[in-house]
């Protein structure tokens, strides 16, 4: 979904373009569109995909855990990426009369699931990094060939050229080091197109792997199924709790809500409902939580859509909820979604309300 401040056109002009484009690729490492459209006036899109986690925060893992990749492991991801890459230059874009091609990458277009699998997104429209340019521009780096940053069209080399510069961005995860005589070879292999032949093919994977393991794609899965067993996704606010404790005000029968800045946001019934939930559960604890279903029960009770389409629902509605203001006071925790612990729910009277209106009437 798009994030706070981007366009809902813009987004939905975007989702369509990956939609698609990668219809057109058939390769297992590039997922397909399951879903996409409008919900309550927020587009999405929904991969055909179980991942949980990309490349960026895989990296900041492999760091707090002190981890490296060992050479082959990190062999059979970057060949891995390089097939699916050169599948896609094999398709020629109907619209456009070129070959499939991605342009530019980034570690957040490698998206990875808890058992170890990954995929390649950003066809057709690179979303992660479009994102990250409007609301984490720190968050990763992107990679493209000269001809393209200077805003020429990408070409199968250009992606070459690409993958190669994200290689050698992660050397430093790698398990064993370059020597001079690695780097210098490596350095000349980035001249060569690795669609030549076996012979070239190889030496773009000394890129990352400056000896002669074989690639073990199934060894980098492994290490990043071992990174995932015990991770949970971290809070949808910051980390630091605000100086004071958030404050949710809320109107008679939660028709509406407002945070201190006293803005009123009227609410629907499916808002309605999953803000009545969220507050009854902190009520009952003020860390309690809430899953996914038990949202989904609260927003649309009967209703029983298929699994994707019912989270799918319950992501756009707290996505409205944050846009309301309540960023500070929906969490996410390891066990689903929650109002933060030292939030202060406070219950506005119709008698109250109505006073507060009077007077704003009668103010000179």
């Known amino acids: 979904m798009p994030g706070p401040a981007a366009s809902a056109a813009r987004a939905d002009a975007a989702f369509a373009e990956i939609e698609r484009v990668h219809a057109l690729l058939d390769h297992p490492l590039i997922p397909k569109v399951a879903a996409r459209g409008v919900a309550d006036g927020t587009p999405y899109i929904e991969l ?18 002190g981890r490296k990749v060992p050479p082959g492991s990190a062999a059979g991801v970057i060949a891995s990426l390089h097939k699916a890459m050169h599948a896609a230059h094999a398709v020629t874009d109907p619209k456009r009369g070129r070959p499939v091609c991605i342009g530019r990458v980034s570690c957040a277009d490698v998206l990875f699931s808890r058992e170890g699998r990954w995929y390649l997104i950003g066809y057709g429209r690179d979303a992660p990094l479009e994102g990250a340019g409007q609301e984490q521009v720190d968050r990763v780096l992107e990679f493209q060939a000269p001809e393209v940053a200077a805003g ?53 994977l000394r890129l990352v792997v400056p000896c002669s393991e074989a690639p073990d794609p199934e060894g980098f899965a492994s290490l990043v199924a071992s990174l995932l ?136």
């Open 152 to 204: 020429g069209e990408p070409t199968p080399a250009g992606d070459d050229t690409a993958l190669s510069l994200l290689a050698l961005s992660l050397r430093h995860a790698v398990g064993s080091a370059a020597s001079a005589r690695d780097a210098a070879r490596d350095t000349r292999a980035m001249d060569l197109d690795p669609s030549e032949g076996t012979d070239a093919a190889s030496d773009f």
């Open 48 to 65: 055909a995909c179980d991942a949980e986690i990309d490349g960026a925060d895989l990296a900041r893992l492999l760091n707090d855990a």
């Open 229 to 364: 067993a015990g991770w949970a996704p971290p809070l949808l606010s910051s980390d630091a709790a605000p100086a004071c404790p958030p404050t949710l005000f809320l109107g008679f029968e939660v028709r509406w809500i407002a945070t201190e800045d006293g803005v009123k946001h009227t609410l629907g019934h499916a808002l309605s409902r999953i803000v009545t939930a969220l507050v009854d559960r902190h009520d009952e604890a003020p860390d309690g939580s809430l899953s996914l279903q038990e949202l989904l029960d609260a927003g649309w009770p009967g209703e029983r859509p298929v699994a994707e389409a019912g989270a799918n629902r319950v992501y756009v509605a707290l996505t409205q909820l944050r846009r309301m203001g309540l960023r500070d006071v929906i969490q996410r925790s390891e066990h689903g979604y929650r109002l933060a612990p030292r939030a202060v729910i406070r219950f506005v009277s119709p008698r109250t309300e109505r006073a507060r209106s009077q007077v704003t009437r009668s103010a000179p």
